[in-house]
Nanobody, 118 residues
Framework: QVQLVESGGGLVQAGGSLRLSCAAS????????MSWYRQAPGKQRERVAT?????????ADSVKGRFTISRDNPKNTVTVYLQMNSLKPEDTATYLC??????????WGQGTQVTVSS
């Protein structure tokens, strides 16, 4: 069983920064990609950023130039980060980590709340 544990959420003023972390109890060799999603009340879940096993990344248009996804992968664990700069009130949401593994397995974290005040 793979566990994804997010941390780093909180309350920040508009224009501020936060860094989210997602610790995954899995070897990098099993990962196809990992993503950050977000979901605000009454809105659809939105993919924010993805990092693939080879290290390439892509971002939602709404966060390009402001958010950066990165990864550390020491032995048998993977930590994915989401550096969020120039935060806006519309970035307020629960941020969830997602892992797509080999053999069609996928996992979600429990989420971490990000609130941006105007």
């Amino acid at each position: 069983q793979v566990q994804l544990v997010e941390s780093g959420g909180g309350l920040v003023q508009a224009g501020g920064s936060l860094r989210l972390s997602c610790a995954a109890s899995v070897s990098i060799s099993r990962i196809v990609f990992m993503s950050w999603y977000r979901q605000a009340p009454g809105k659809q879940r939105e993919r924010v950023a993805t990092i693939f096993s080879g290290g390439s990344t892509n971002y939602a248009d709404s966060v390009k130039g402001r958010f950066t996804i990165s990864r550390d992968n020491p032995k048998n664990t993977v930590t994915v980060y989401l550096q969020m700069n120039s935060l806006k009130p519309e970035d307020t949401a629960t941020y969830l980590c997602y892992a797509q593994l080999q053999m069609g397995q996928n996992y979600w974290g429990q989420g971490t709340q990000v609130t941006v005040s105007s």
